[in-house]
């Protein structure tokens, strides 16, 4: 028998909020999508988030903290852990091939049902956090 049965895919999305904005990618089935993604194998959960922001932000990551960890059934079943974090600063946001947009939305315009609902809660929990 191998642990082949016992791997679950992990993504790690990031609650980005300077500015008095959170950053949103657009993602490729035309919902705004928290930065993140899945970790490869092998990797760190704070790997694939440094490699992630890199990737589709082109920003550094400087701290992050646990918001919320859950099992979504988007496209497959994937363990979802969403992180609030800090950021070297958002320079110029580079458009990876997976997103057609990156923007910064003030909290109250958060494009209600165009992001999915389980990143809501966490995404206003960071805010509050950085607002204090």
Same mark, same amino acid.
């Given at each position: 028998?191998?642990?082949? *049965?016992?791997?679950?895919?992990?993504?790690?999305?990031?609650?980005?909020?300077?500015?008095?904005?959170?950053?949103?990618?657009?993602?490729?089935?035309?919902?705004?999508?928290?930065?993140?993604?899945?970790?490869?194998?092998?990797?760190?959960?704070?790997?694939?988030?440094?490699?992630?922001?890199?990737?589709?932000?082109?920003?550094?990551?400087?701290?992050?903290?646990?918001?919320?960890?859950?099992? *979504? *059934?988007?496209?497959?079943?994937?363990?979802?852990?969403?992180?609030?974090?800090?950021?070297?600063?958002?320079?110029?946001?580079?458009?990876?091939?997976? *997103?057609?947009?990156?923007?910064?939305?003030?909290?109250?315009?958060?494009?209600?049902?165009?992001?999915?609902?389980?990143?809501?809660?966490?995404?206003?929990?960071?805010?509050?956090?950085?607002?204090?």
């Amino acid at each position: 028998m191998t642990d082949d *049965h016992l791997r679950v895919l992990v993504s790690a999305k990031a609650v980005i909020f300077q500015d008095g904005k959170v950053t949103l990618a657009k993602n490729s089935r035309g919902e705004w999508d928290l930065p993140g993604g899945k970790l490869k194998d092998g990797e760190s959960i704070e790997a694939a988030l440094r490699r992630e922001l890199q990737e589709e932000l082109s920003v550094e990551l400087e701290s992050h903290a646990l918001l919320s960890a859950a099992m *979504h *059934h988007f496209y497959d079943d994937i363990l979802v852990l969403v992180y609030g974090c800090t950021v070297t600063g958002i320079k110029t946001a580079a458009i990876s091939t997976e *997103h057609s947009e990156i923007r910064g939305f003030l909290l109250d315009e958060l494009p209600a049902g165009a992001i999915p609902s389980p990143y809501l809660q966490p995404i206003r929990s960071w805010c509050k956090r950085a607002q204090t």
